[in-house]
Every structure is written in structure tokens, then in C-alpha cells.
């Protein structure tokens, strides 16, 4: 069984920054395609950033510039570097898997992840 366990979330004020962090166990292949994405209540999830088997990575255009995905695939573990939050990245963080490899992980949907953590929530006041 495949299992993520998201932490780092908390209550920031507006500039400050947060790193989340994505603890996997089970069934986990350094080729997956993962991610990050995030949700409000009333909205439809969706995507933050994601990173590709070979390290490629694609944004969101409202994370561009500020938020940095990264993995360590040794500790199988998932990381969001996220820098001059505002309180529009207030929401539940998730990270997800897809288990395919190669760069069409930069652009697939949130629908196609297979596996996901319970989230982190992160609160940006103003």
C-alpha cells in the first residue's frame, strides 16, 4: 500500500514563507510523476507545482517565482519550498503521485494521480 504524510503546514502572515513536506511509504518508484496541489472549500483542487522522474519540473502560474518543488528520492521524500506567501495560497496543500514516468507529468491533470497524502493546511493572513 502506497501512503503519503504531508506536514509543514501552519499559519504564516502575508511574506512569510513555509516548506511543506511529503513523507511516503509502500509502494513508491523514483519514475513516478508527483506533485503538489491545493484546495479551497467550494473549489476544485488544483495544481501547484509538479516534478517529473527526471527531475523536470512545471508551476502553476500563481507559484511561479515564489514556491520550488523538489524530491529526494533516496528518503522518498517530497518537498514545496513556498516564499512571499499571500493570503491567496490559503488552502489544504496535498501531495499526489501518478505512477508514470516521462514529461507528461508536467501538464497532466489532477485526475490522473493515483495516490494521495490527507493534506497540510496552510494559512497566509494579511
Known sequence: ETQFVESGGGSVQAGGSLRLSCAAS??????????????????????VARIADDGSTSYEDSAKGRF??????AKNTLNLQMNSLNPGDTAMYYCAAWPWAGNACLSVSAAAFDYWGQGTQVTVSS
Not at 26 to 47: D, H, L, N, Y
Not at 68 to 73: G, H, V
Request: with cysteine.
Open 26 to 47: 509502500g509502494v513508491i518508484r523514483s519514475t513516478w510523476c508527483m506533485g503538489w496541489f491545493r484546495q479551497v472549500p467550494g473549489k476544485e483542487r488544483e495544481g
Open 68 to 73: 520550488t518543488i523538489s524530491k529526494d528520492s
